[in-house]
């Protein structure tokens, strides 16, 4: 489930590196707590990143503590932050139940039946995102836009990334006010937005011979047409996180430093990385049918 959302490590600092990875570990140790063990099996780097955003932007006091893994049975460093890991395990856990619920509509044949199958655990665990009752209509209503959307055989990939866009939005500045809200604001969109992209530019192969809606496919025609039109989707992914960026600067000033560089390395070097990653896979998917 999506998971483009991630630094480039080699670029930050070993302090930076070694805070991001406590991030993951500590959202993954709350998740397990609090929603289900189930749910450390799905956590993925667009929730960690969202995690990250937050509390640059809500400073909120964090502590690292070394905490034993269950998994690795080591101990690793583990950032410890009740309010901003509640938020962001309960939004997990509901996008988690409810993208889910899209995919089994959307779905044929064995994998849908699959899907279904796999319902009852995501429900258990979207019962206990209680914490913030706003949620999960901020959730649910974009993503059935969506799927109207997608039902309809939509051709616009901006109309139909713009709900993904709106619903990352409102995840990221829920709670936020003045500068720091509107900032989240535009930082969100403009995340969301290209999440949703790149995932429709990473699967338009798979979908054109599957049959599964892809913008680019309804907008180019087929596979050749979205191909033909390389540059410029790669162009619009860019520009997503660039206005990211320019938005996140106005919170942070010229000087970077500490979780402002994290950000930065995510959404900038990060962005254009996971875009180059998807390209390199195409091309050897290419190679290889040649």
Do not use: W
């Amino acid at each position: 489930m999506f998971g483009y959302i991630r630094p480039v490590k080699s670029e930050l600092l070993v302090k930076e590196a070694d805070f991001y990875g406590a991030v993951y570990c500590g959202l993954c140790r709350y998740s397990g707590k609090h929603l289900t063990h189930f749910s450390r099996f799905l956590l993925n780097y667009d929730f960690t990143f969202l995690a990250v955003l937050r509390l640059s932007l809500t400073e909120e006091t964090v502590t690292v503590e070394k905490k034993r893994c269950p998994y690795s049975m080591k101990k690793k460093p583990t950032v410890c932050c009740d309010e901003v890991f509640s938020y962001t395990a309960n939004a997990f856990g509901l996008f988690s139940y409810y993208k889910l619920e899209d995919d089994v509509l959307d779905g044929k044949g064995f994998g849908r039946l699959g899907k279904r199958m796999l319902l009852p655990f995501f429900g258990r665990m979207k019962k206990k995102c209680k914490a913030y009752p706003e949620m999960e209509e901020m959730i649910r209503v974009p993503i059935e836009e969506l799927h109207r959307l997608e039902a309809e055989g939509c051709d616009s990939p901006d109309r139909a990334a713009d709900c993904f866009g709106r619903l990352m939005k409102e995840l990221t500045a829920y709670g936020l006010e003045g500068t720091n809200k509107a900032v989240a604001e535009q930082c969100g969109y403009h995340v969301g937005r290209f999440i949703y992209l790149i995932d429709a530019y990473d699967d338009y192969e798979k979908d054109a011979e599957t049959g599964n809606y892809n913008p680019f496919l309804q907008k180019y025609g087929s596979a050749k047409g979205v191909e033909e039109h390389a540059s410029e989707i790669r162009q619009t992914l860019i520009d997503s996180m660039n206005v990211f960026s320019h938005s996140y600067a106005l919170a942070c000033g010229p000087v970077l430093t500490g979780m402002n560089r994290i950000v930065f390395n995510i959404c900038d070097l990060g962005g254009r990385e996971a875009v180059k990653q998807v390209e390199e896979k195409k091309q050897s998917r290419t190679t290889k049918g040649n």
